[in-house]
């Protein structure tokens, strides 16, 4: 049962939300095997979205410390964040009051990792499943080319390094998924290539037209430019555990969890196969916790935790400019139909998303008489290091294959660095909560607990300041924010009706502060109007396109020489601000509840 949930309360053995256990997450099938999925069998959740809420409104707890990433809320990218075969307990709280569970304004996802014991204990397992096991027709009724396959592997052990002292448990888990990866394939996208043509708005004589020019020409890389290729997406995750029982009364807890995930499958929408690059995120995972018993009624449990991400958007051809060129096709049925087609770089490679985030939490709880009292903080510092390309490489667009093959762009783009700018970014963000509880049984049948949290957030690295946008509009751009002002007060009540755990009435409310993600604290840095000057050429003023010395060496990108050229009084650059009032999210829930039924466990 969940009864093993560190600093769990009477209070919330009856909350509105789901809880698995152990056992269940043995038993029950998922795609992954990722324990994230099972949030899916609560009714209160869609996706990464509980009660609601926004998706970045998510709280994510491993072992009661944050596993969420900062940029997007989430937990890493890949088949799985951790092992499900080291998850001994999962929960999704949606209306549980307990001032300890914060940054999670529609709710949160928690869940326990197992440990060691006296006994050893070992496991092994393993998973195919790919088109070898079916049929060999695609939906076309065309012959499979290429291999669809899912292969998953990885085994586990546990058991004493000291019996009764020091316990181990280490985990390895292997994901692999292959699959074709298609830019404009004419063989699946329709059952004849006159269906295709429709379905893709493009002819494949015009696309040939389209690739011989650019090979030719050009000087993109001479690969398979379009059709199907085979590609494979992996994830491994490693894990270890130690746990070391001081004396009767400590318990030292280390864990550490890697993670890798390669992806290659990725491409603009609009792009030949020589415009894919490769997603690739590595995450280290540490924590150390201590927990104590102070005395025989009160205990403390301290916890650190360190999380290192680093999320790249990686070139798998030489960095060039984009480009695109509109393309007019006259079908087999006489209709005329256009499609853009996308060639070179995609306007965010190359990208580095990377932070480190150090966190301290610290619970002590103690009872007097027929009080419970729980008071703690949790603080937060992470340190940014992004590299964000957005807009810099360039972009040529053509109107027709014939100004393709007369290099005669008609229009020019460019997010153009000045001096040394376009390099790592590396804003921090300071988070820290103080909070306390007090929970006690005003009958014996009926239990309140009430609570109050604070939360407040730092943004302290203020973006580099523009004279100019306080001259002409009389803002300032050089803010650091800070929202101190995140008062949580919450209310339970848990009413045993006939004091038999059968009938029992719940209510409670409270205010929950969320989170922010932090990609915008990343633009507000770069996007200053100081770094960075935008240029949006036509006519005259589109320079000439040197696409071979671009794909030799990306610094011939038309830039600040180029700028200069232009004689612009004042060139245009786009300025992306923070508030200096900016606000955490805040969200006020309430519920009131009757369960019926024997409530001896939660599962």
Avoid: C
């Avoid at 690295?461 to 101190?484: C, T």
Wanted: neutral net charge; without cysteine; aromatic residues 10%.
């Amino acid at each position: 049962d969940l009864h093993s949930f560190p600093t769990r309360r009477s209070s919330d053995l009856h909350i509105a939300g789901f809880a698995v256990t152990g056992k269940d997450i043995q038993r029950l099938p998922t795609t992954t095997r990722n324990y994230t999925e099972l949030a899916a069998l609560s009714p209160l959740t869609k996706g990464t979205s509980i009660g609601g809420a926004k998706g970045g409104g998510a709280g994510y707890l491993l072992d009661g410390v944050t596993n969420r990433r900062t940029v997007f809320g989430e937990p890493v990218s890949g088949a799985f964040p951790v092992s499900m075969e080291t998850i001994r307990e999962f929960e999704i709280l949606t209306n549980s009051y307990d001032v300890t569970n914060g940054r999670g304004s529609g709710g949160v996802i928690k869940a326990v990792t197992k440990s060691g014991t006296n006994t050893f204990h070992g496991a092994a397992w393993g998973f195919y499943s790919g088109n070898k096991l079916t049929g060999n027709k695609d939906i076309n009724g065309k012959t499979i080319r290429n291999d669809y396959s899912v292969v998953q592997f990885g085994a586990s052990f546990s058991g004493p390094l000291i019996k009764n002292k020091l316990h181990f448990f280490v985990n390895f888990d292997h994901y692999e998924s292959t699959a074709p990866y298609r830019a404009f394939d004419f063989n699946f996208e329709g059952t004849t290539q006159e269906e295709a043509e429709k379905n893709l708005s493009i002819t494949r004589a015009n696309l040939d037209q389209v690739v011989s020019i650019l090979e030719a020409d050009y000087g993109i890389p001479k690969v398979q430019q379009y059709g199907e290729i085979s590609t494979k997406v992996v994830t491994n995750t490693m894990f270890a555990k130690l746990d070391y029982k001081l004396n009767s009364r400590n318990t030292l807890t280390f864990r550490y969890n890697y993670q890798s995930f390669d992806d290659p499958r990725k491409k603009k929408a609009n792009g030949i196969l020589s415009n894919q690059y490769k997603g690739y995120e590595q995450d280290h995972s540490f924590l150390l916790s201590l927990r104590s018993q102070l005395s025989s009624t009160a205990w403390n449990d301290l916890k650190l935790s360190i999380i290192d991400n680093v999320r790249e958007n990686r070139l798998m051809y030489a960095r060039s400019p984009e480009g695109e060129v509109e393309v007019s096709s006259t079908l087999s049925d006489g209709s005329a139909v256009k499609r853009s087609v996308d060639f070179g770089n995609q306007n965010w490679v190359p990208e580095v998303i990377a932070s480190t985030s150090y966190q301290l939490v610290n619970n002590v709880s103690f009872r007097t008489g027929k009080y419970n009292l729980t008071f703690g903080t949790d603080n937060i510092f992470t340190q940014i290091r992004d590299q964000l390309t957005h807009n810099q490489q360039g972009k040529f667009y053509y109107r027709s294959i014939q100004d393709l093959q007369n290099n005669t762009p008609w229009r020019f783009e460019r997010k153009i660095p000045i001096g040394d700018a376009g390099g790592r970014v590396r804003p921090q963000v300071v988070e820290t909560s103080l909070y306390g509880q007090v929970e006690t049984n005003l009958l014996p049948n009926l239990t309140i607990a009430g609570g109050l949290r604070w939360d407040a957030t730092l943004l302290p690295a203020k973006p580099v300041y523009n004279a100019l946008l306080e001259q002409e509009l009389g803002i300032r751009n050089d803010v650091a924010p800070f929202d101190a002002d995140n008062i949580q007060p919450r209310l339970n009540i848990t009413w045993d009706i006939k004091s038999n755990n059968k009938h029992i009435i719940k209510a409670g409310a409270g205010w929950f502060a969320s989170q922010f993600t932090t990609q915008a604290f990343t633009m507000a840095q770069i996007d200053n109007g100081i770094n960075f000057v935008t240029i949006d050429a036509r006519g005259a003023d589109v320079p000439v396109a040197k696409w071979p010395e671009y794909y030799q060496d990306f610094n011939n990108v038309p830039g600040e020489e180029y700028l200069e050229s232009l004689n612009l009084p004042t060139p245009p650059a786009a300025v992306l601000l923070l508030d200096k009032n900016l606000q955490t999210p805040m969200t006020f829930k309430a519920n009131l509840s009757y369960l019926y039924g024997d409530r001896k466990s939660v599962v």
